[in-house]
């Protein structure tokens, strides 16, 4: 997935069409995209690779208490691994154990993490089938008690023991919940399946204070080959929003973060040497 106007570089992906995109990430439910086959023909069209994301709903919840809701969680990422198949992809990713902003007041329980670890690993084998990899991405305490740490995903990977579940990981989530966010990457080397860029305002990458020198020059040393993909929000729909406290404009629109954001990732990339200067 080499950059066409960056030969000899990493096959971190970085794009040519437009203002440099080459790829999208999707976010995916049981309704959306509306039209699966129409999607994949445009993205087709216009030359752009993808990824799918997607976030389990509350009466999905892999870890509730509810056998049911349990079930309908595992059909859920069940679903979303075969759309992303659909759609071409061949990555998922997100807090693909536990409802967003379900929370019981208390940290996860033994048992939790096995209705997780059983539910992950039913989900994966279909996508083994299908050619997809799932990564499970730790969030924040103000989102989920359940899976906080790179150190807990690296368990919860080794626990599902499936060469298709790997560990997302998202610079917004670790600013927040590791001591030294890159150490904390490096120490997942061998189990990162996905990595998203976000300031630590979910704001346009490079215009706070994320350590972005040691997160590029780290994902160069470990030899990352997976995606970039930049997650922020410009006018959010009101669901996302209210998920994501997202109360204020992050940035003006969705075309400035993303061209501002490419350049940025671009920039720094060359200077960790992932690409030719």
């Given amino acids: 997935m080499d950059d066409p106007d960056e030969p000899g570089a990493r096959s971190v992906t970085f794009a040519h069409q437009g203002m440099g995109l080459r790829w999208v990430e999707l976010f995916l439910s049981l309704n959306e995209p509306a039209n699966i ?3 994949r023909h445009i993205l087709d069209r216009l030359g752009l690779d993808r990824t799918t994301c997607a976030v389990l709903p509350r009466d999905a919840n892999l870890v509730s208490t509810d056998p049911d809701v349990r079930a ?3 059909a859920f990422i069940r679903t979303c691994v075969e759309r992303t198949s659909e759609l071409g992809g061949q990555v998922i990713c997100g807090p693909l154990y536990s409802a967003l902003g379900v929370m019981t007041g208390k940290g996860r329980t033994d048992e939790e993490w096995k209705w997780a670890v059983d539910g992950l690993a039913a989900a994966a084998r279909r996508g083994q089938d299908l ?3 799932l990564c499970v991405e730790p969030i924040n305490r103000f989102e989920t008690y359940f899976l906080n740490t790179q150190a807990d995903a690296a368990s919860l990977v080794h626990s599902i023991g499936a060469p298709n579940v790997k560990i997302h990981f998202h610079t917004f989530h670790a600013n927040i919940e590791e001591r030294h966010p890159v150490d904390s990457l490096r120490s997942i ?3 990162l399946g996905h ?3 976000s300031e630590n305002d979910r704001g346009t990458p490079g215009t706070g204070h994320i350590d972005w020198k040691g997160v590029f020059s780290t994902l160069d040393d470990i030899g990352y080959d997976g995606w970039l ?5 410009a006018q959010p729909e009101p669901d996302l929003a209210a998920a994501a ?3 204020r404009d992050l940035v003006s629109s969705g075309d400035e973060l993303a061209s501002s954001g490419l350049r940025f990732m671009k920039q720094m990339s060359r200077e ?3 690409l030719p200067t």
């Avoid at 993909?229 to 929000?233: A, D, G, V």
């Fill in 272 to 274: 960790a040497g992932m």
């Fill in 229 to 233: 993909t930049i997650e922020s929000f």
């Fill in 131 to 133: 050619g997809v990899v």
């Fill in 72 to 74: 309908r969680g595992v």
């Fill in 189 to 191: 080397a061998a189990d």
């Fill in 245 to 247: 406290a997202i109360w």
């Fill in 37 to 39: 086959s129409e999607m």
């Fill in 195 to 197: 990595v998203q860029i």
